[in-house]
């Protein structure tokens, strides 16, 4: 129950979704990164499944940050859908809810 | 191990001071663990314990996770508190309508970072937020209240 | 507040040593609770989180939830060890393969019930057991192997 | 999540049933023998449904024996249903599994 799994499904050549649960803080958030880094590509989105995620601190938060970035800076897309209240909350009190698209 | 009484203190968000005269705390909760970030879960389900025995609403347990993960996230990210303990030490003194914590280790002379994600998160979620640095001890304390204090 | 190193043992069922030769830990963790029972969901809950970190199975995970219950029970509860401090000292050694889990309190001249249910049960969920008293301290200590360890 | 939670069903004249959710260890074994003690009574089956029972200490067995023997000595009967693994595991390592019948 601790930690954090993540699960990665291609759909199609232009959409894979990424799906979380247990709980991404700093322990987790490298894990995290690695998996995403390698599916942000050009004219790619990737949906990142949150329906799960039981925890996220503001370490948890840069990730997504980053990923959103970086799919910004090669041409793709990445969005998170089914966000929980507590993983929302985060997003809000770091002023950042609407640097992530919603899926 | 000796952890002295802080005196630089750079921010709070109330004007109380911690652990003042509105009631007494029996012997405080302490938890230490290695100064790892693997560690960090276990110290926030402690928090949630002590959390529930203050008749914290779900709103506010959930709140006091993040902000004793983001306390410890002080002393244990880069960028922010230069530990060098090989120990965290949490401490959590419970009163009547609030819940201390005081997340302390070794550390060479140095500060969080105030501008960033994880202090500014934090100091939204609790009622008093300190920081301190002495005597070779880094400290960050919060205080959370519960709005509908049970006990 | 000084623990001594425990001499008196009466009861081992198994031969090796605890902290032996086979892998050392790093730093312990700490579990400093008031000496009342409403604690001890902590205390199992933060043993929990070790027995994970060790790879425990989920059936020795709930053996050693119940085991570190019955230890603490062993300090808290009438008929056992009579103890008069008001903190109950949880201290956790992880090594490689194990977990050595160590409860003590400050305490009168006294013993725990070894005919009991408690003491039974406890004696039948871990790999080594024994129970010491020597400079006012009481103490139960504990050893839970993984048979599958992953770390 | 912490702590024992207790609800009590008068089904009939002859029967109560009481439901535990939670955990039954040394600090709410208590509350569990000031909830059974009122309903064993002379003629009266008193079934403990333990299905959502997450947790159970010695103390806490210790509770389900003194009940056991309170409704025997009364004319009463005590009976657990849906006795989860780790619940049985209790009265098994204490060797008292068959004192308690199964409703
Ligand atoms: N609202 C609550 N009421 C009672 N106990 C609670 C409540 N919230 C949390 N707890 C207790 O605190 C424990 C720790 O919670 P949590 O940190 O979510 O678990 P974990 O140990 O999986 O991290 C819970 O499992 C529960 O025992
Ligand atoms: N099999 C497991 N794998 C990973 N983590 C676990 C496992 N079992 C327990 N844990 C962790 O230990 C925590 C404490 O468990 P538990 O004591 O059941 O919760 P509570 O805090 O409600 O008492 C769990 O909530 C979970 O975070």
């Not at chain 1, 990142?48 to 039981?54: G, M, N, Q, S, V």
């Not at chain 1, 990730?63 to 897309?77: C, F, I, K, Q, Y």
């Not at chain 1, 969005?79 to 909350?89: G, I, L």
């Not at chain 2, 314990?49 to 880069?78: F, I, S, W």
């Amino acid at each position: 129950m601790d930690g954090l799994q993540v699960s990665t499904a291609v759909v199609d050549d232009a959409r894979s979704v990424v799906s979380l649960s247990g709980e991404l803080d700093m322990a987790t958030a490298d894990l995290l990164w690695a998996e995403l880094e390698p599916v942000l590509q050009p004219g790619r989105t990737v949906v990142l499944d949150c329906a799960r995620l039981e925890f996220m601190d503001s370490t948890g938060m840069r990730v997504l940050l980053r990923a959103s970035r970086r799919a910004d800076e090669v041409g793709g897309a990445f969005q998170m859908t089914a966000v929980p209240p507590p993983v929302e909350r985060v997003l809000a009190l770091a002023g950042v809810t609407s640097e992530i698209p919603r899926g | 191990m000796a952890e002295p009484v802080p005196q630089q203190m750079t921010a709070s968000n109330s004007g109380e001071a911690t652990g003042g005269p509105a009631g007494l705390a029996g012997s405080p909760v302490r938890v230490i663990v290695p100064a790892d970030k693997t560690y960090v879960a276990l110290v926030r389900s402690a928090a949630s314990h002590l959390g529930a025995r203050l008749g914290l609403t779900m709103q506010e347990l959930t709140d006091l996770r993040l902000a004793v993960d983001e306390a410890c996230g002080l002393l244990l990210l880069p960028g922010e508190f230069d530990t060098t303990g090989a120990e965290l030490h949490c401490r959590f003194d419970e009163y009547p309508d609030r819940l201390a914590v005081t997340v302390s280790a070794e550390a060479s002379e140095s500060a969080p970072d105030v501008d960033g994600f994880g202090w500014n998160v934090l100091s939204a979620l609790v009622d008093e937020l300190r920081w301190s640095y002495q005597d070779g001890w880094a400290r960050v304390e919060l205080v959370k209240r519960a709005t509908a204090a049970e006990r």
